[in-house]
């Protein structure tokens, strides 16, 4: 078996779990946690209220978007980081909050499909077969998945 310490090994594990980090910033973005922050830091018990995250889960869950770079903390209050404050403020000028959370959703749940797709040829979006339309319509004609994969 491969150790995680021999080199190249990061790359099929940084895949393999890659997973969890997109799921972690598409419930963030979901909970409203980078909308609150955005409005003003705050400590661990306040941000879980205010985005309806358990007390049981939210200091691993806040410090997990930490670890990603997408939440700063000092002295236990909460910020956004970097990115996260051009990307992931809903005022911001380049918010992309809304397409990363349709991604973490609808995206995501077709290519857990993809294994299915792969053995039967059926289609996972529900998008119509080649040369029956665009499958981009049926996000456009979907009035609340259009408002999720655009940039305000």
């Given amino acids: 078996m491969v150790g995680v ?4 090994a990061d790359g099929p ?12 910033l598409a419930v963030a973005v ?4 980078f909308e609150e922050l955005a409005s003003e830091p705050l400590e661990l018990g306040l941000l879980a209220d205010r985005t309806g995250v358990d007390d049981r889960g939210a200091a ?6 930490v670890a990603l770079d997408l939440l700063d903390r000092e002295d236990g209050v909460y910020s956004l980081a970097g ?3 051009r990307y992931l403020d809903p005022d911001g000028g380049a918010y992309a909050g809304d397409f990363l959370a349709f991604a973490g959703t609808s995206i995501y749940g077709s290519w857990a499909g993809l294994d299915d797709a792969l053995r039967t040829g ?7 077969d080649p040369g029956e339309g665009d499958a981009y319509d ?4 979907d009035e609340d998945a259009s408002r999720r994969s655009t940039t305000r």
Avoid: I, K, W, Y
């Fill in 5 to 8: 310490s021999e080199p190249g």
């Fill in 30 to 33: 979901e909970f409203g946690v």
């Fill in 13 to 24: 594990f940084d895949v393999g779990f890659g997973f969890m980090e997109s799921r972690a």
């Fill in 83 to 85: 990115a996260a404050e």
């Fill in 60 to 65: 691993d869950f806040f410090d997990a978007l």
């Fill in 138 to 141: 049926l996000v456009a004609d």
């Fill in 122 to 128: 059926e289609p996972q979006t529900g998008a119509p």
